[in-house]
């Protein structure tokens, strides 16, 4: 099982960046698939991105060329590069690792985005 913390998160105006960051412990990083996801109030939780043991990267339609997600396997890091921010991305975002049907979580950070 891995454990896993975010940070990264704040209050941002329109149109500004954030980096988000997730650093995990507790096992063999490298193999996992990592995400961001993020819950809205009021919504469910949803992916933003992902990326495999390979590099492989995928994203939600809402934040394709605006969000970036990168890995650091040597460092047990995920990274969420978030440009361009909307109003509509203000959630808390979560960090999750993915590896044979198990899900492991972060606690979240929050990203406000707001003028």
């Known amino acids: 099982q891995v454990q896993l913390v975010e940070s990264g998160g704040g209050l941002v105006q329109p149109g500004e960046s954030l980096r988000l960051s997730c650093a995990a412990s507790g ?9 961001w996801y993020r819950q809205a109030p009021g919504k469910q939780r949803e992916l933003v991105a ?3 043991s390979g590099g492989s990267t995928n994203y939600a339609d809402s934040v394709k060329g605006r969000f970036t997600i990168s890995r650091d396997n040597a460092k047990k890091m995920v990274y969420l590069q978030m ?4 109003p509509a991305d203000t959630a808390v975002y979560y960090c999750n690792a993915h590896l ?14 707001s003028s």
């Open 27 to 35: 096992s063999i990083f490298s193999v996992y698939v990592m995400g």
């Open 50 to 52: 992902d990326i495999t």
């Open 83 to 86: 440009n361009s921010l909307k």
């Open 100 to 113: 044979l049907g198990r899900d492991s979580w972060g606690q979240g950070t929050q990203v406000t985005v």
